[in-house]
Nanobody
Framework: QVQLVESGGGLVQPGGSLRLSCAAS????????MGWYRQAPGKGRELVAS???????NYADSVKGRFTISRDNAKNTAFLQMNSLKPEDKDVYYC???????????????WGQGTQVTVSS
C-alpha cells in the first residue's frame, strides 16, 4: 500500500517559521502532484499549496509570498517552508499526493495523517 508520513509541525510564535515534510512510500508507480491542505474543525480541507511533477506550483492567496512548496522527486518527498507565520495559520495540515500505484495503475488521491501547526497569539 501507499503511505504518506508527515513531520515538522509544532508550536511557533507569530513571525516564526516551520518546515513540513511529507514522504511517500510503498507501491508507487509515479506521482503526478503533491500538495498541502489545511482543515479547521467542522470545515472542509482547503488547498494551501501544490506542486506538479513538472514543478508548477499553486498557492492560496493567504499564504502567497510566505510559504514555499518544493519536492524531491527522487525521494518522493514534498516540503512546505512556512515563514512569517500568523495566528490565522493555526490548523491541521494534511499532505496529499495524486499518484499511480503499482497495485492497480490507476491515478488516485492519498492523504497523510495530518500534523498540527500552532501559532501562538
Amino acid at each position: 500500500q501507499v503511505q504518506l508520513v508527515e513531520s515538522g509541525g509544532g508550536l511557533v510564535q507569530p513571525g516564526g517559521s516551520l518546515r513540513l515534510s511529507c514522504a511517500a512510500s510503498g507501491r508507487i508507480f509515479s506521482i503526478n502532484a503533491m500538495g498541502w491542505y489545511r482543515q479547521a474543525p467542522g470545515k472542509g480541507r482547503e488547498l494551501v499549496a501544490s506542486i506538479s511533477s513538472g514543478g508548477n506550483t499553486n498557492y492560496a492567496d493567504s499564504v502567497k509570498g510566505r510559504f514555499t512548496i518544493s519536492r524531491d522527486n527522487a525521494k518522493n518527498t514534498a516540503f512546505l517552508q512556512m515563514n512569517s507565520l500568523k495566528p490565522e495559520d493555526k490548523d491541521v495540515y494534511y499532505c496529499n499526493a495524486r499518484l499511480r500505484s503499482t497495485t492497480d495503475y490507476v491515478d488516485g488521491n492519498f492523504w497523510g495523517q495530518g500534523t498540527q501547526v500552532t501559532v501562538s497569539s
